[in-house]
Structure formats: structure tokens, C-alpha cells
């Protein structure tokens, strides 16, 4: 099993940044990807980034095409914890963020946080 627990989210004005922090705990290790998603009201839940949790290779990041470009995501091996650097937020960026965990070999995202909400104002 794998907990997640994120934090970060909050009011930024159009342009602006927040980052994001995923705290995880359980059976994490370098057979996880770990990844964000989003879902902003009365829209389906998105991908926006995953990161591979090996710590042995720079973890092969991905993006939306959404938000390449102004996002990164990254994770610090030693405390269990990614992040995701949200840059030139826009208010379509509004969304409640969630943290997710699959092992390698699944097809599917099976671990979830309880997600944090960024609003973005213009």
C-alpha cells in the first residue's frame, strides 16, 4: 500500500507560480511512477505530468501538452516526496490537483491523494 498526501495549493493571481508537494509513504520504491492529475469543475480527471520514481535515472518526466513548457515535475528520492513547479499559471490551470502512484507494470494510476485545489484568477 501507498499513502499520498499532497500540499501547496492556493489562490495565485494569472502569470503567477505555485508548487506543489506530494508527501508519500508505504511501499514507494523504484518500480513506481508517480504522477500528477487534475480536474477543474464539471470536467473529467486529466493527466498533467508522471515522473518515474527510480532513483537512478533523471526519472524520465512527461507532460500534457497543456502544460510543458510551464510545469516540472521532479521528486526527491530521500524524503519520499515530488513536487510539481507550476509556472505562468492561467485560469484554466483552476483544477483540484491530485497525487497518484502506480507500479511500473500497471496500466493504471491505483493510488490516489486526497487532491489540493489551485485557483488561478485573472
Known amino acids: 500500500q501507498v499513502q499520498l498526501v499532497e500540499s501547496g495549493g492556493g489562490l495565485v493571481q494569472a502569470g503567477g507560480s505555485l508548487r506543489l508537494s506530494c508527501a508519500a509513504s508505504g511501499r514507494t520504491n523504484s518500480n513506481y511512477v508517480m504522477g500528477w492529475f487534475r480536474q477543474a469543475p464539471g470536467k473529467e480527471r486529466e493527466f498533467v505530468a508522471a515522473?518515474?520514481?527510480?532513483?537512478?535515472?533523471?526519472?524520465?518526466?512527461y507532460y500534457a501538452t497543456s502544460v510543458e513548457g510551464r510545469f516540472t515535475i521532479s521528486r526527491d528520492n530521500a524524503k519520499n516526496t515530488m513536487y510539481l513547479q507550476m509556472n505562468s499559471l492561467k485560469p484554466e490551470d483552476t483544477a483540484v490537483y491530485y497525487c497518484a502512484a502506480k507500479q511500473v507494470a500497471d496500466s493504471r494510476f491505483n493510488y490516489w491523494g486526497q487532491g489540493t485545489q489551485v485557483t488561478v484568477s485573472s
Open positions: 515522473i518515474n520514481w527510480s532513483a537512478w535515472s533523471g526519472g524520465n518526466p
